[in-house]
């Protein structure tokens, strides 16, 4: 007897629900393997959040790049550990790169080193933030193949002394895609000019340093770089006659975004003063010229008088030397008599004679 058409219909039904509860109970387990992989691959200690893309390792005292970090990740933030050498392709594990990564946070890491090719493997990365270190040496192919890096944050991060140092064309020029690059409370002494032979570059911060002054020959390299926005204030500018280049640039330029802002730290009379509302007079150029006018008239005169002497001299020669003559022979007599009278002063019968004894 053949089976009705009803009950092949309800063991259809049947197996379809059992079908379908099937599937759901694989991929939940395929989404539970997922998660437990995404979670395996977050590093000790550190925060992944899969849905923004972030890796945050915050004071784990880290000694170098850990090396769990996940492929997906995108902006990946180490701060406060002690990770003294940046070694060449830290952010390479097993042979993987992040491609993913954009944003790359490394601040108050105590990093005094960074080797050459630090950042292989990082072709997407376009910020980094390197603030708050103690960089004494930077490898001259630190950043080579970083074509897509566009910002790049050194504000407080280079050791002291002479910081000037660590600006060299080699690695600077391998930043031809940079547009933003500070650089504050650094101690700078001088302008770092070797950075305006980056092309793209847009926004450079060197204030809170040590300049005193922008010399004439940097004002004009500026000048050529009409898209350059420039961070200067606050820096301890000395507001004598050297100065005066600038104060002139300040006043017909826009590219110094916190002019209003720069102050004189010196002479005394003029601290605190802004300079773009200084007056050429304050300056005192003119005074300064003619005190060194002076001392240049004077050197010349005292060189004439000098040059007028010896010349007397040596027309005089003969005469000259018959003096000398003259007065050594004087000196001898004189000594003779000295001498002489030193004999009879010491002979005992002499004094007695003369004493009448």
């Not at 002479?162 to 020029?173: C, Y």
């Not at 000048?223 to 300040?250: E, F």
Request: aromatic share 8%.
């Amino acid at each position: 007897m053949s089976p009705r058409p009803l009950d092949y219909h309800v063991q259809l039904h049947t197996l379809l629900i059992s079908a379908e509860v099937h599937c759901l109970l694989i991929l939940k387990l395929v989404g539970m393997l997922i998660l437990i992989h995404v979670t395996a691959a977050c590093p000790l200690d550190c925060y992944c959040f899969t849905n923004t893309g972030l890796v945050q390792c915050h004071f784990l005292s880290l000694q170098e790049i850990p090396r769990e970090i996940p492929h997906w990740v995108q902006n990946l933030s180490i701060i406060g550990s002690h990770i003294a050498v940046l070694r060449t392709a830290a952010f390479v594990s097993n042979r993987t790169h992040l491609v993913n990564l954009t944003s790359l946070i490394l601040s108050n890491n105590s990093i005094q080193t960074i080797e050459a090719l630090a950042f292989h493997g990082l072709p997407s990365l376009t910020t980094l933030d390197l603030s708050y270190n103690l960089l004494s040496s930077i490898a001259n192919d630190t950043f080579l193949g970083q074509t897509q890096l566009q910002v790049l944050k050194l504000n407080h991060a280079l050791q002291k002394p002479a910081p000037e140092q660590l600006f060299n064309s080699q690695w600077i020029m391998n930043l031809r895609s940079l547009r933003i690059l500070e650089m504050a409370s650094n101690a700078l002494q001088l302008f770092p000019s070797v950075v305006l032979a980056l092309e793209d570059l847009q926004v450079l911060n060197i204030g809170n340093n040590s300049l005193q002054v922008v010399d004439a020959e940097t004002i004009s390299a500026l000048s050529n770089k009409s898209k350059l926005w420039v961070y200067l204030s606050p820096n301890p500018l000395v507001c004598d006659c050297q100065i005066a280049t600038m104060l002139y640039w300040l006043r017909n330029t826009s590219q110094v975004l916190d002019a209003q802002s720069l102050t004189c730290n010196a002479p005394v009379n003029l601290n605190g003063t802004h300079v773009t509302k200084l007056n050429t007079e304050d300056l005192k150029c003119q005074h300064k010229d003619l005190k060194t006018a002076s001392y240049v008239f004077l050197g010349i005169v005292l060189a004439l008088i000098g040059v007028i002497f010896l010349m007397v001299l040596y027309l005089n020669r003969r005469g000259m030397k018959k003096w000398v003559n003259n007065f050594r022979e004087a000196c001898r007599d004189q000594m003779e008599g000295y001498h002489y009278r030193y004999e009879q002063d010491s002979d005992p019968r002499r004094s007695n004679i003369s004493t009448g004894i």
